[in-house]
């Protein structure tokens, strides 16, 4: 019987203002017309947020075999071993080109090879 009572008197206020269902929605939605400017519409503005593209620093550098000094660079001078993208940060064309032309030095340049005898001599 209590529950009965609140709901009562919870639809009173629900039926004191209501009519047909087509009059709420025009009601509402002509009120959202006039409440609505231009001045309170929000900024269209860049992502504050949004962190600025990593790019490949080697995108506008040709990579050639007889840059020695460019090499060394991607090579770890401890192993010998070329680093992986992870490392270097380069893109997957650019990486593959150091590969090839760090395998290519190693064949053609002599004074590129990395001494492994030396390096194994110096860890005992």
Known sequence: MIALRR????????????????????????????IQKS?????????????????????????????VQLLSQFI??????????????LCAKKQREISKAVKKAHSMVAGFKVDLFSLACAVR
């Open 7 to 34: 709901f009562r008197s919870l639809q009173f206020p629900f039926t004191q203002f209501a009519g047909t269902p087509e009059e709420c929605l025009r009601s509402l939605s002509s009120s959202a017309s006039v």
């Open 39 to 67: 001045d309170d519409m929000p900024l269209q503005m860049e992502n504050p947020y949004k962190q600025p593209q990593k790019g490949c620093i080697l995108c506008n550098i040709t990579v050639d075999f007889k840059n």
């Open 76 to 89: 770890s001078p401890h192993s010998g071993r070329i680093y992986g993208r992870h490392i270097t940060g």
